[in-house]
């Protein structure tokens, strides 16, 4: 591991070793319901063993990348993010035994007075087996997300530390919202060095794993960071929102939303007068368990596709476009999402590649060293990254995206988002 100190890529191996351990959307928000300091202390101490093994396991597998891939200049540039986050995880200061012995006093022990949280099912998404090698010796780690914690006073220093771990963790944020284009760019570059149009599918389940990752680290940061802000400023705590959970996310007014920019998006990129019309069907009152800004953005790229398609079907001067509908059903597992357009649709000799990362019709983008937009803000349509990413936005909670279409007509998607919101993240 080239560039850093012996002694760093010791302790990166060493943390690498250990499991990582998955929560369930129902357990962060069981969690964060009306959180104590003391609550929160113990979600940093959680933070603080596992965001270190989650990046061990990540930069380590950018090192045993392919030569040609991990030399990259953007692939390097993410590395270093991961090994600087790392180090300031592993350097911030434990809890003092003060601290500790206060938290673990207003602790609930026993079975009678304890709030057991629902059990993790296993994520349909997690299908390869764990990968362990025999020659490590991988030890196992006592921690856990939850702890029932008495709303008794404890010390300030519990609050202090609550605050200054949440600016450690604001900051990793921060460093890290560059990561999907930043590697999007070092694909980029591997594939003008190798002269290829195409990536392998070793790198391909690379991607996949690389950025359900990081949508896990990024979902448990953001919500250890919303739920110390709500509890000291009390805002939204009465509301549907636990962290960056809405406990009553309201699909209609999401999906919604979602046309209300894509048609804007459309019209602006084709310099259209007549925008394609998108139809909604969808019961008033639907509500589920979710993250509303996930939702936004898988339904956004969705119907962004599908406008794109119709509008290159039928010209950007036609005087009428055919409506796209969305369709909206709820069962008692999953809510499904349906957007069905009549863009020509997919040869099947395609269907495979629209899941590749890189495929794309549009232009590939060249990015600035210095880009720092998060994925929901960078230009991704350029990177072909739309479908793919919103694949594993939909898996990370237990849910999937499909699509079925009709060459010479058009393309069904179907976006089957869990509502039981119980399985576990998919972790590799």
Same mark, same amino acid.
């Given at each position: 591991m080239?560039?850093i100190s012996?002694?760093?890529?010791?302790?990166?191996?060493?943390?690498?070793?250990?499991?990582q351990?998955?929560?369930?959307?129902?357990?962060?928000v069981?969690?964060?319901?009306?959180?104590?300091?003391?609550?929160?202390l113990?979600?940093?101490?959680?933070?603080?063993?596992?965001?270190?093994?989650?990046?061990?396991?990540?930069?380590?597998?950018?090192?045993?990348l392919?030569?040609?891939l991990?030399?990259m200049?953007?692939v390097?540039r993410?590395?270093?993010m991961?090994?600087?986050?790392?180090?300031?995880?592993?350097n911030?200061?434990?809890?003092?035994?003060?601290?500790?012995e206060?938290?673990?006093?207003a602790?609930?022990?026993g079975?009678?007075?304890?709030r057991?949280?629902?059990?993790?099912?296993?994520?349909?998404?997690y299908q390869?087996?764990?990968?362990?090698?025999?020659?490590h010796?991988?030890?196992?780690?006592?921690?856990?997300?939850?702890?029932?914690?008495k709303?008794?006073?404890?010390?300030?220093?519990?609050?202090?530390?609550?605050?200054?771990?949440?600016?450690?963790?604001e900051?990793?944020?921060?460093?890290h919202d560059?990561?999907?284009?930043?590697?999007?760019?070092?694909?980029?570059?591997y594939?003008?060095?190798?002269?290829?149009?195409?990536?392998?599918?070793?790198v391909?389940?690379?991607l996949?794993?690389?950025?359900?990752?990081?949508i896990?680290?990024?979902?448990?940061?953001g919500?250890?960071?919303e739920?110390?802000?709500?509890?000291q400023?009390?805002?939204?705590?009465?509301?549907?929102?636990?962290?960056?959970?809405?406990?009553?996310?309201?699909v209609?007014?999401?999906?919604?939303e979602a046309i209300?920019?894509?048609?804007f998006?459309?019209?602006?990129?084709?310099?259209?007068?007549?925008?394609?019309?998108?139809?909604?069907?969808?019961p008033?009152?639907?509500?589920?368990?979710?993250?509303?800004s996930?939702?936004h953005?898988?339904?956004?790229?969705?119907?962004k596709?599908?406008?794109?398609?119709?509008v290159?079907?039928c010209?950007?001067?036609?005087?009428h476009?055919?409506t796209?509908?969305?369709?909206?059903?709820e069962g008692?597992?999953d809510?499904?999402?349906?957007?069905?357009?009549?863009?020509?649709?997919?040869?099947?000799?395609?269907?495979?590649?629209v899941?590749?990362?890189?495929?794309?019709?549009a232009?590939?983008?060249?990015?600035?060293?210095e880009f $720092?937009?998060?994925d929901?803000?960078?230009?991704l349509? *350029?990177?072909g990254?739309?479908l793919? &990413? /919103? %694949? =594993?936005?939909?898996?990370?909670?237990?849910? $999937?995206?499909?699509?079925?279409?009709?060459?010479?007509? *058009?393309?069904?998607?179907?976006?089957h &988002? /869990? %509502? =039981?919101?119980?399985?576990e993240?998919p972790?590799?």
């Open positions: 080239s560039g012996r002694e760093l890529a010791s302790r990166i191996a060493h943390f690498a070793r250990f499991p351990t998955g929560v369930s959307l129902r357990q962060m069981e969690f964060g319901q009306n959180p104590s300091q003391g609550t929160l113990r979600g940093a101490q959680f933070l603080h063993d596992e965001l270190p093994i989650r990046l061990a396991h990540r930069v380590v597998e950018l090192d045993s392919p030569e040609n991990n030399q200049p953007s390097l993410v590395k270093r991961y090994i600087d986050s790392f180090n300031e995880l592993i911030f200061p434990k809890a003092s035994e003060r601290i500790r206060a938290v673990k006093e602790t609930v022990q079975t009678g007075d304890q057991h949280l629902p059990g993790n099912q296993h994520n349909p998404a390869e087996s764990p990968r362990i090698s025999s020659s010796w991988i030890p196992s780690i006592q921690h856990r997300y939850h702890y029932e914690v709303p008794t006073e404890l010390p300030v220093e519990v609050s202090e530390y609550n605050r200054s771990f949440v600016q450690t963790l900051k990793i944020k921060r460093r560059p990561v999907v284009t930043t590697l999007a760019q070092g694909v980029v570059e594939k003008q060095r190798m002269k290829t149009r195409k990536i392998d599918n070793h391909q389940h690379f996949d794993r690389f950025y359900l990752s990081r896990g680290i990024r979902m448990l940061i919500q250890q960071i739920l110390n802000q709500h509890q400023q009390r805002q939204r705590q009465q509301g549907d929102y636990v962290g960056v959970i809405c406990t009553h996310t309201r209609k007014e999401v999906v919604q209300d920019n894509a048609r998006i459309c019209g602006d990129y084709y310099m259209l007068m007549n925008v394609p019309e998108i139809e909604l069907h969808c008033r009152e639907l509500e589920f368990m979710y993250v509303p996930h939702l953005h898988m339904v956004f790229e969705l119907l596709n599908s406008l794109r398609a119709v290159e079907l010209g950007d001067e036609a005087d476009y055919p796209i509908k969305v369709i909206v059903a008692n597992e809510i499904t999402i349906k957007v069905s357009d009549e863009g020509g649709g997919i040869p099947r000799s395609a269907m495979e590649q899941w590749t990362y890189m495929y794309t019709t232009q590939t983008p060249m990015l600035d060293p $720092d937009k998060s929901f803000k960078a230009p349509a *350029g990177f990254y739309g793919p &990413l /919103s %694949r =594993l936005y939909a898996r990370y909670f237990g849910g $999937d995206l499909k699509l079925i279409s009709m060459e010479g007509y *058009g393309t069904d998607a179907y976006l &988002l /869990s %509502r =039981l919101s119980d399985n993240e972790l590799a």
